[in-house]
């Protein structure tokens, strides 16, 4: 439909006619289906493929949304047929989170609710796969604890220079430097950056600008922001989402600029060797994994919450954690506690019904005692 111009297009008859192709599919598929037997019927009834179907409603919800596309665009990349399958990984793996955390609990209650369900007994995963989990929350909130440090310490540290940005392994293809007299000055003395396409963030003809740049001014680091914070001495931003140039506005006359795009990889980079060179914060990031690891562990030796739903949190939580800086916000402590809070609770919690079903097993064992 789109080689053939496009649904919105001048040529949308001729695109749309290639939609006469899915009835006959659909229908092809419908009836496969109604034998078990039928190959087609043997493949879809695969355990992953019917978890996909699982979680394709929530997928159909936000695929369109920030929540969906937007949370990957600032790392897709940017060959298209590559950058349209990781986007499909991406909101998969949101859906997922979201059928596990919201729908499928909110289904189960609703029908508890009305005596239509009972609680179910199922069977204790397997210990490696329990461990497994255990250690992905516990990474998952050492890494936001981590990110967290490294803020709460960056005024003794000072802004992030260029050199550590390159001692990070940051690409030759992201950076430019570029001398003044190169660049365009607009009516209002700023500086304009034009930025490389290959930059832009999103899939196909929907790019918006990059989410995080460090820009440089005789070596000096600037502020950058996503939108114009007002009239500061010494700023760089852009002045819309899709914005194609970068809008500098240096202190005084600076004889080079320098802008680097901060991926994730870099930024995480950045972030260990700055917690590295602060040991008392890398101590307490370490002693907080172990704490988690061990709580964690104790947590999922029960049947609830189970190892596929502790995935899903550790996931969501620094998914979210990371995508909107929740390590630069005065609440995001709060936030981290009340996690860390929350896995205490679940660990108590296990460990007095193990407590009861050993005791119950104790006097099934001896009934006279």
Excluded at 50 to 63: D, I, N, R, T
Excluded at 92 to 99: C, E, M, P, R, W
Aim: aromatic share 6%; with cysteine; net charge positive.
């Amino acid at each position: 439909m789109y080689d053939a111009g496009g649904i919105d297009g001048p040529r949308w008859i001729a695109a749309w006619s290639w939609d006469l192709l899915l009835p006959p599919a659909a229908a092809a598929l419908v009836l496969s289906l109604t034998s078990a037997g039928n190959p087609i019927a043997r493949v879809l009834g695969v355990a992953p493929l019917v978890y996909l179907g699982k979680v394709s409603y929530a997928l159909y919800l936000v695929q369109l949304t920030p929540l969906g596309k937007g949370l990957f665009y600032r790392v897709l990349p940017r060959t298209d047929d590559v950058a349209l399958l990781a986007l499909y990984v991406g909101i998969t793996a949101v859906s997922a989170i979201l059928y596990e955390l919201v729908e499928e609990p909110a289904r189960r209650l609703i029908l508890r609710a009305g005596g239509l369900e009972r609680r179910s007994t199922g069977r204790t995963a397997p210990a490696l796969v329990r461990l497994g989990a255990a250690a992905a929350l516990a990474l998952s909130l050492a890494s936001q604890s981590a990110t967290w440090a490294v803020a709460s310490v960056s005024e003794s540290l000072g802004p992030v220079t260029l050199s550590e940005m390159r001692a990070a392994g940051v690409g030759a293809s992201d950076v430019i430097t570029l001398p003044v007299e190169a660049l365009s000055t607009g009516p209002d003395g700023v500086l304009r950056v034009g930025l490389p396409r290959a930059w832009r963030e999103g899939w196909g003809d929907d790019l918006h600008a990059p989410s995080r740049l460090r820009v440089f001014a005789d070596g000096a680091p600037v502020p950058f922001f996503r939108r114009e914070p007002g009239r500061r001495a010494e700023v760089a931003y852009f002045r819309r989402p899709r914005a194609a140039m970068l809008s500098v506005r240096p202190a005084g006359a600076p004889a080079q600029l320098v802008v680097v795009r901060e991926s994730p990889v870099l930024a995480a980079g950045v972030h260990l060797a700055r917690l590295l060179r602060s040991p008392f914060e890398a101590l307490a990031v370490g002693g907080l994994f172990v704490a988690v690891l061990v709580l964690a562990a104790i947590a999922l030796g029960g049947r609830s919450p189970s190892p596929r739903v502790a995935l899903a949190v550790a996931f969501g939580s620094l998914v979210l954690w990371r995508a909107l800086e929740l390590h630069e916000r005065p609440w995001g402590p709060l936030l981290l506690a009340a996690e860390c809070a929350a896995v205490i609770v679940v660990a108590l919690r296990a460990s007095h019904d193990a407590q009861g079903a050993r005791a119950a097993a104790r006097r099934l064992a001896h009934p006279s005692a």
